[in-house]
């Protein structure tokens, strides 16, 4: 709804007097004679601030009036506090968004798709046939140009007849002519139908900042940042980009370099990890094995499941032996019931049936199969009795 208070941003305190007002869960609903708070429409979010001191928690219309939430009952006079900072953060990234959408309109012929302040940063979605990093500094040249110049931004309230003159922009079968209508002028740039709050003049915006942009299936969506937000932004970022060059004791511009100088140090580490870890898994087979029985039980707890199934195949592949391993983690295990190709058992058949028994979820070939569930010493037990059997078979 038109609230001609919307027309001046810095309108931020207004004494007025309670109209009516009800309770709902424990909260305040009142509607006040007059009111500065912006509701959310059009892609700008609702104002937020005080009343009484007392913060403002939410805000609708509700037939034709506006509602204002608070956890406290508000008493006459009602004296309303707009935040400021809020409100102008949303009017610069929103009049920027004016100012960006029309030349890529005009000069492109990029229709507007969607348009989203985010809290970091703010996008558009703009239908591009094909754009790049050229073409966007074009066009935040010239945005940032028209920012120098500090153009007026006008608004009124024109007719039907008035408005349809100035727009370019077909609004579409749904759009309500019989409303009141409220034009915002960038004069010699840009004629919109629109009821959100703007900046008075360009130089309000600050600046633009394109980051970044992608193909979407109707066009690009372009991220940007404008006004507070762009400094919002740039403290935010430095701060992390800070403290990684600390942490990596480098400049921060050469923490890309070094991240990727770090990343190959680990691979190499992890390669020359793995060399010793099989040189280990080869002494601990060969001690394992030395034994007379062709049947091996072990069970195992510090091991990760991968290095136990790596143990497993190193000596089922250079012994010929024949293996029910059990790892231990938690309350969990891991079985591994395996051989060497020489030996006459199947793997999947004793697996089957010791899992049939102890609830294993599992399976594999006869060569090689594995599987988990809950550890008890039954199945300890049961595994070790099972070697022994065969064993002495
Ligand atoms: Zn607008």
Known sequence: MLNKHYDN??????????????????????????????????????????????????????????????????????????????????????????????????????????????????????????????????????CNEHIREDISIVISYPTKEEALENIWEDYGDDFDWNTQLRSVAIPGIDYDLCACIHVPSLRYIQGIKFLGYEKTTRGFKISFVAGS??????????????????????????????????????????????????????????????????????????????SFQQLCSTITNHYDKGIIFVLKIDEKCHVVVAKNKSIDIQANEIFKSIAQTYELKGGGNPVISQGGGIYSSDLVNHCKSLINKMNEA
Request: hydrophobic share 35%; charged share 30%.
């Open 229 to 306: 937000q762009l400094f919002d932004y740039i403290q935010k970022h430095y701060d992390v980009f800070h403290e990684a060059s600390k942490s990596l004791a480098i400049a921060q511009l050469e923490i890309n370099e070094s991240i990727q100088k770090l990343f190959q140090e680990k691979k190499d580490l992890t390669s020359s990890l793995n060399d010793y870890k099989q040189k280990y898994f080869d002494f601990l087979a060969k001690d394992l094995c030395a034994t007379p029985n062709t049947y091996l039980f072990e069970e195992f707890n510090s091991m990760d499941i991968k």
């Open 9 to 142: 941003l810095f309108e931020v305190e207004l004494d007025t007097m309670i109209k009516k007002e009800k309770t709902i869960d424990n909260q305040y609903h009142t509607v006040f004679n007059d009111t500065l708070f912006y509701v959310k429409s059009g892609g700008m979010e609702s104002d937020r601030g005080f009343i009484n001191n007392e913060e403002l928690l939410d805000i609708y219309v509700e037939d034709n009036e506006v509602w204002h939430v608070t956890k406290s009952k508000l008493n006459d006079p009602i004296h309303i506090q707009v935040d400021l900072n809020y409100r102008l953060f949303k009017s610069q990234i929103h009049s920027a968004q004016h100012l960006m959408c029309t030349i890529m309109n005009t000069d492109y012929h990029a229709k507007t798709i969607m348009f989203k302040t985010g809290e970091l940063e703010s996008e558009i979605e703009m239908g591009f046939d094909s754009l790049n990093r050229d073409i966007l500094n074009e066009i935040e040249r010239k």
